[in-house]
């Protein structure tokens, strides 16, 4: 079993739709929660951060993390053609060295 | 002004040769990273740097060596390079090893023919 599992898709929604993107994970000792976007031949780039527990809200963006189920959300609200990308997420321990990513998964958003 | 640069950004070459690519960052971090891509957009850690520092060093071959002359970069040169080493190379940095937000460059897409 993955340390991390996230469905690879692809997801793909009409514009203005809202857009859950999940990750399950196994270690119970992950803190550090992010969500990472990545266009197609570019760097991914941080999108959410939250440390533990709870839900976080940047613009369109929310995250949530669920401890007790060991899983995390992405919500992305109005979705827009330009939120077509790869979307990773990525956990880590507290005091740990490594970060874990997930497989990523594809969202196209049709206008 | 680039924050974390790679370069070169597409390197083809033959198996068996020896190349380098190249990471710098101007964000003044403590960390740098080594991360590989697969054909499957998995992104693996192969390498990490805490001051010059080794502090990850994954189960990769050895045919791959880091080298951090200052903090502000990272090199990662591949001996000997195999088919299977076809895949995109990222470089990352943090601000410290414990955070969990890193910084990635464009990348660099290399293929072994």
């Known amino acids: 079993q993955k340390e991390v599992e996230q469905d690879p898709g692809p997801l793909s929604v009409p514009e203005g739709a809202i857009v859950s993107l999940n990750c399950t994970y196994s270690n119970s000792a992950f803190q550090y929660f992010m969500w990472y976007r990545q266009y197609s031949r570019k760097g991914p780039e941080l999108l959410m951060y939250t440390y533990s527990s709870g839900n976080k809200e940047d613009g369109r963006f929310t995250a949530q993390v669920d401890k007790s189920s060991k899983y995390i959300s992405l919500f992305i609200r109005d979705s827009q053609p330009s939120d077509s990308a790869t979307y990773l997420c990525a956990m880590k321990k507290d005091g740990g060295f490594k970060t874990i990513f997930g497989a990523g998964t594809r969202l196209f958003v049709k206008a | 002004d680039t924050a974390v640069s790679q370069t070169p950004k597409y390197l083809v070459t033959q198996m068996g040769n020896d190349k380098s690519i190249k990471c710098e960052q101007n964000l003044g971090h403590d960390t740098m990273y080594w991360y590989k891509q697969d054909s499957k957009k998995f992104l693996k850690i192969m390498f990490s740097?805490?001051?010059?520092?080794?502090?990850i060093n994954e189960t990769v071959p050895n045919r791959f060596s880091p080298k951090s002359p200052d903090k502000a970069h990272l090199n990662l040169h591949i001996n000997s390079l195999e088919l299977g080493d076809s895949a995109v190379y990222f470089c990352?940095?943090?601000?410290?090893?414990?955070?969990?937000?890193?910084?990635f460059g464009q990348g660099t897409r290399l293929t072994v023919v």
């Open positions: 740097y805490n001051n010059k520092e080794l502090i």
């Open positions: 990352a940095s943090s601000q410290e090893y414990r955070a969990g937000e890193a910084f």
